[in-house]
């Protein structure tokens, strides 16, 4: 059985410092910005999979079907963040692709240096392609850095819940054991030996 999404998004809200979250302000500041914003669509879409495309190890995931196929993706993210509310189905979905990387083989680093290039094409785009004013480009840019943190927080710790529960399922033990047994281990351990 799956990791429950709710309870995987619910969670991660409440380990989220408030002012590191993504907040109701920052989502009316964005969805009052989305039809300018929806003209970045094709230059974050065309970059963010020019990327993949030519790293063989993220190449490799999206190998099946057409580009425009696998852009889908992306674009569907988009216009849904732009469209709002970020209520509790939108961060419940975000859950839910923390499930789809998990079996599509895409790795919390991959998705994670990804955030951060879509992160350095805003800032540019914001300024070079919208020529918003300083202020708000600033006020954009808090804004979707308090998405990537709490989306990246979503995806990775549902990424990490369902391959706990799919081995808590297989072995028969439950994911508070395998959590006690995690810290046992590493009580053990000297990271100071490392490196
Ligand atoms: C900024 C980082 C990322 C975000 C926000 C993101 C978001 C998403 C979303 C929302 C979906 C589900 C789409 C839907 O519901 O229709 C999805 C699926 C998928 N993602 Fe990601 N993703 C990210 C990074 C990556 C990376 C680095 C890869 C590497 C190849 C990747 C490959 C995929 C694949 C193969 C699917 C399955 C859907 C398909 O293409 O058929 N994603 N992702």
């Known amino acids: 059985m799956a ?27 964005l969805t009052g910005h989305a039809s300018a914003l929806a003209l970045l669509e094709d230059h974050l879409t065309a970059g963010f999979y020019d990327i993949l495309f030519a790293h063989s190890e993220t190449a490799r995931i999206l ?41 599509v083989g895409v790795t919390n680093p991959m998705m994670i240096g990804m ?11 914001l300024v070079g392609k919208l020529n918003l004013p300083p202020q708000d480009a600033d006020r954009m840019m808090e804004a979707f850095h308090r998405l990537a943190a709490t989306v990246q927080a979503v995806i990775a710790e549902s990424y990490l819940q369902n391959y706990l529960a799919v081995l808590a399922n297989s072995t028969g033990m439950s994911p508070e054991l395998i959590h006690r047994l995690v810290a046992v281990e590493l009580a053990g351990l000297d990271p100071s030996a490392q490196g």
Not at 12 to 27: C, I, K, T
Not at 93 to 103: D, F, N, S, T
Request: proline share 4%; hydrophobic share 45%; no cysteine.
């Open 63 to 103: 190998s099946g079907g057409e580009r425009s196929e696998r852009e889908m993706a992306l674009r569907r993210w988009w216009r849904r963040t732009l469209e709002g509310p970020f209520d509790a189905h939108y961060w419940e979905w975000q859950a839910a692709v923390g499930l789809i990387h998990v079996r």
């Open 3 to 29: 990791a429950s999404f709710t309870g995987v998004s619910e969670a991660v809200f409440a380990h989220l410092p408030p002012a590191a979250r993504f907040s109701s302000e920052d989502g009316a500041f």
């Open 115 to 125: 955030w951060g290039w879509i992160l350095n094409a805003l800032q540019g785009a």
